[in-house]
């Protein structure tokens, strides 16, 4: 089992950065997929980003967050990380860090789909305010 737990949420001005953080629990992380979702009040649960297993080498962010925030992890500290930069009133939302089982060492199909994945932490509120 892994346990998710994200930090950095906070209140931000447009045009701002902020840095959110995901420590995750179990020894096996680094086999794990992880992504970073976010909910914004009367919305569907939508994709922001995900890097994969093991070395990290494939990631993938919504097109609405490319070019704007990175997603990295560090096995040997069990954490993985969004930098967002450049932040929008419609980047508010509670965001959401979660761990995916895969056999591949690269992105599989669903990397995008919150079903597909297996854990998730009690997410962060971010709010960008105009």
């Known amino acids: 089992q892994v346990q998710l737990v994200e930090s950095g949420g906070g209140l931000v001005q447009v045009g701002g950065s902020l840095r959110l953080s995901c420590a995750a629990s179990?020894?096996?992380?680094?086999?794990?997929?992880m992504g970073w979702f976010r909910q914004a009040p009367g919305k569907e649960r939508e994709f922001v980003a995900a890097?994969?297993?093991?070395?990290?080498?494939?990631?993938h962010y919504a097109d609405s967050v490319k070019g704007r925030f990175t997603i990295s992890r560090d096995n040997a500290k069990n954490t993985v990380t969004l930098q967002m930069n450049s932040l929008k009133p419609e980047d508010t939302a509670v965001y959401y860090c979660?761990?995916?089982?895969?056999?591949?060492?690269?992105?599989?199909?669903?990397?995008?789909?919150?079903?597909?994945?297996?854990?998730w932490g009690q997410g962060t509120q971010v709010t960008v305010s105009s």
């Open positions: 890097v994969a297993s093991w070395s990290g080498l494939s990631t």
């Open positions: 179990g020894r096996t992380f680094r086999s794990y997929h």
């Open positions: 979660a761990a995916k089982r895969s056999l591949s060492l690269s992105l599989d199909s669903g990397y995008d789909v919150p079903t597909d994945y297996d854990y």
